[in-house]
């Protein structure tokens, strides 16, 4: 807008230099059509902006994915306004879907314009406070603009999968009913042990087979009691671990899983926090229920993967937020740095539970195949599960997952009734 | 939509048109026959626009176009035509950075009103710009250099100042 009132000026001033040195009036005679063109914009630009905005944000979600949809209905109050450019925030990382964020077109005195774009949108937090309206006259030389106030928010929660019963096995739990077996006698589905009966004991719980080898005693059966735990989840958001291809993140398949396990954890009673680990830590303190399930979505929601160097300050943060009882989970591609960290974790006598999206299955999918490219995956994946080999020696319980393949089918794989728990696929 | 900008589409072509041959016309009436180079020039403007769009801008070529028009001038061609044909190219090139900023809008079906506007204020401007410059070019006032330059600094301090009170957002 502003380039071409400054072009015309730089005509004009072009033509009177031109005028003076060749010192004919003729050349003068040409600036007149550029003065009235200036002169009849500004005699139509616009003095005010009277507009007042209303802004409808909706979720919609189809076959293609989920899209936000903003509907903006800006009503005039003032003059007739006959050249409008609106533009509305938009969000970068956004690929714009249908029609445009910045729109032109004219309303009139007390009359209505309703600007309307979607875009796609996975997850995330996204808010308008504002809408910049400017306003010119029909040749777009004389511009003022405004800021009309017309907010909006909306809250895409990340999706996740509905994950089955994890048989877990923790060294510690938190004294209240749940459904973790908590390694001690009590109230419960599966066997425990047999001991002498005490006074008080149920009749139902006495184990025959025991006392009928053992006349004149009695033996009660007992359960391995069960209760809830801990946990700590903890997403990596550094951007050294991420990996991007044809616009798809890994990122977004941790979120993806990090989202389940804390669904499956609050579901079934336990106490969940979530450190969101990259450049802006956000710690969420660890708590039960559906409310804190809304917390962790909206934390994932707006989550980011951002640079971060190590995982060397997790040590310092875990001890403010997890107590050293919790189990953490760690959803992280791996990075080779981080393995110090893990054996401090270990140190600390936490148990970690590592689920790693596979980054190399991730690129391998969708990469050309080629003899090099072949090679080259070899070697990363043989330099990848020597890392992993070396955890599963820390202790830590690992479950490699190929992102390609559901969730569910990886842990059913390594926490089964079978494996009994830690084991590595 | 795309009927409406169709019609803006044959409208700048045929202000394009109009200007080519009016700036051709008056270069031909006084003699200077090398002007007929502009149209293989524009054939091969055409052809590298057609690769390369973003050397057309049409500032550029609104840029071009003038100072042909202020050599015409110089040179001493028929005026009158030169002048037209200048009026004729501004219409041109307002007409298509208008279209270049609603191509793609999808209110533009619902904004009559724009365009109208639009159509109104360069209708002004033509025939505003027609009547001053076939009456300016009518009279012949012989004045001395230093008063010419006196009013042209007048002129120019006028002008900065409508521009400053104008836009003082952009100074």
Not at chain 1, 359 to 370: D, K, L, N, V, Y
Request: proline share 4%; aromatic share 12%.
């Amino acid at each position: 807008m502003k380039y071409k009132t400054a072009f015309i000026a730089i005509i004009i001033y072009c033509l009177i230099v031109f005028a003076l040195l060749t010192r004919n009036g003729g050349l003068m005679v040409l600036i007149v059509p550029l003065l009235v063109y200036l002169a009849v914009g500004s005699f139509f630009a616009p003095t005010e902006i009277r507009l007042r905005a209303n802004r409808y944000v909706v979720k919609k979600a189809d076959e293609s994915g989920i899209s936000v949809l903003i509907n903006v209905t800006l009503t005039n109050d003032g003059k007739p306004l006959e050249n409008v450019l609106i533009r509305d925030a938009h969000f970068p990382k956004t690929e714009l879907a249908t029609a445009m964020h910045e729109q032109r077109l004219a309303i009139p005195e007390r009359g209505e314009a309703k600007v309307a774009y979607s875009f796609p949108a996975n997850r995330g937090h996204f808010f308008w406070d504002t809408i910049r309206v400017s306003a010119s006259d029909p040749f777009g030389l004389v511009e003022i603009q405004k800021d009309i106030q017309a907010s909006g928010e909306i809250l895409i929660e990340p999706e996740f999968e509905k994950l089955g019963h994890m048989h877990l096995k923790p060294k510690n739990t938190l004294h209240s009913a749940g459904l973790v077996p908590a390694r001690r006698g009590g109230s419960g589905l599966n066997f425990w042990t047999v001991r002498e009966y005490h006074l008080g004991d149920s009749l139902r719980l006495l184990n025959w087979k025991t006392i009928a080898r053992h006349p004149r005693q009695l033996y009660t059966t007992e359960f391995e009691h069960e209760e809830i735990m801990e946990i700590g989840l903890i997403l990596d958001a550094r951007l050294q671990t991420e990996s991007l291809f044809d616009g798809e993140l890994l990122f977004e398949h941790g979120v993806r899983a990090t989202m389940s396990f804390a669904e499956l954890f609050l579901r079934e009673g336990n106490r969940v926090g979530l450190l969101v680990f990259g450049q802006d830590m956000k710690p969420l303190q660890p708590d039960y229920g559906k409310r804190q399930l809304h917390r962790i979505s909206n934390a994932l929601a707006s989550a980011t993967p951002k640079s971060n160097f190590s995982l060397m300050y997790l040590e310092y943060i875990r001890k403010r937020l997890f107590s050293n009882r919790a189990l953490i989970v760690v959803i992280s591609p791996l990075d080779l740095k981080d393995l110090q960290t893990y054996k401090q974790l270990r140190a600390s006598g936490h148990q970690i539970l590592l689920i790693s999206p596979d980054p190399i299955s991730f690129m391998a999918q969708r990469a050309p195949s080629g003899a090099v490219l072949d090679l080259a995956l070899r070697a990363s994946r043989i330099e990848r599960y020597a890392q992993l080999k070396q955890l599963l020696q820390m202790g830590v319980m690992v479950v490699d997952w190929n992102v390609h393949r559901s969730l569910n089918e990886a842990i059913r794989t390594v926490f089964s009734k079978r494996t009994n728990g830690g084991g590595y696929v | 939509m795309f009927e409406n900008l169709r019609k803006y589409r044959y409208a700048r072509i045929f202000c394009l048109l109009l200007s080519a041959g009016f700036l051709v016309a008056g270069y031909l009436f006084a003699g200077v026959w090398q002007i007929l180079l502009i149209f293989p020039a524009a054939l091969l403007l055409w052809v590298i626009c057609k690769f390369q769009p973003e050397v057309c801008d049409p500032s550029v070529l609104f840029g071009g176009y003038t100072f042909l028009t202020a050599v015409g001038i110089w040179i001493r061609c028929e005026p009158h035509l030169i002048v037209y044909g200048f009026i004729m190219a501004l219409v041109s090139w307002e007409l298509h950075l208008f279209n270049r900023g609603l191509a793609g809008n999808p209110q533009y079906t619902d904004n009559l009103l724009l365009e109208k506007s639009h159509l109104r204020s360069l209708s002004i401007v033509i025939i505003l710009s027609f009547l001053i410059t076939t009456v300016g070019l009518s009279f012949h006032l012989d004045l001395p250099f230093g008063i010419i330059f006196v009013l042209v600094l007048v002129v120019g301090f006028a002008v900065e100042r409508v521009y400053f009170y104008l836009f003082r957002e952009n100074f």
